[in-house]
């Protein structure tokens, strides 16, 4: 963007002027570490007085690996943590739920695979959007998938870990969720344009409709993005370099009653981040 003219101040002879020079890429984006960044955006949106506050941490998959960690895995007797639990007993710098699960308190909604452990072993025809990693073949990168540009099959034969979830926003850039009455705060699982992955998460209690449309309105350069969980259950939770990040999510404008001091419930299965000792 071309710098444009705020002020002058004329004087005899001499006219100064002084420029503002467009914002830089980062900015609305606080820095936490190389390639960790996160940024709290306020919009007007539907049902909300004031602002909603959408909350986004931007990770570097070249610096970061991810993890997914599930009860039925790691803890098949002992059962749920809470996502500060999680991020603290596995030495998580941050986590986020991993998707939906089944009244059994285990079992995610849509198909999860982590190496050789096979939670959820059926493919839901329905279920749009996949996050992927740890590539089979070195060299790949951490991807969230459409299942209509490629099969389910494929991606799992490509990757040690697969996670299936309820598409929002489908690449480049389009909202899938259809306009509904429901609302609730949620934690989101994104992509930018540069192959950032994207912790999001509402706490206002937005329909997913509105909330696909506030993000790609965001400067967050989104790609596209999956549904992880909604209500009092949504969990996001950051410790790294002196920044704390814990949101706890609400249902209607109702917060959950037994949860922790900051709200969060137990669930099964989340996203962690770690800091990588050496690139992909």
Known sequence: MKARILSWLILPLIVFTSAIAAPPPDAGWKRIDDGL???????????????????????????????????????PLAGSLTVRQWADKYRLLAAINAGMFQKDMKTNVGYM????????PRLHRKYASVFAFNPVTAGGHPMIWDTDAKQLKQIISGYHTVIQNLRLIKRPG??????????????????????????IFSKSPL???????????????????????????????????????????ASDLVMAVNGDEDGFL???????????????
Do not use: T
């Open 174 to 199: 389009l909202n899938r969720w259809s306009p509904q009455e429901k609302r609730w705060s949620e934690a989101a699982l994104g992509q930018d344009e540069e192959g950032n992955v994207l912790f």
């Open 113 to 120: 695979k982590n190496y050789a452990h096979i939670n959820n």
């Open 37 to 75: 960044h996160y940024g709290i955006f306020e919009v007007s949106a539907p049902h909300v007085v004031g602002k909603a506050k959408i909350l986004v941490v931007r990770i570097d998959p070249g610096l970061y690996e991810f993890s997914l960690l599930a009860a039925s895995e790691l803890r």
């Open 266 to 280: 137990p669930i099964p299965n989340v996203i962690g981040i770690k800091k990588r000792s050496s690139k992909p």
């Open 207 to 249: 329909s997913m409709h509105d909330l696909g449309n506030i993000l790609l309105g965001l400067p967050i350069g989104i790609a596209c993005a999956q549904h992880l969980e909604g209500g009092s259950q949504a969990s996001l939770y950051l410790r790294h370099r002196g920044v704390v990040i814990k949101e706890a999510g």
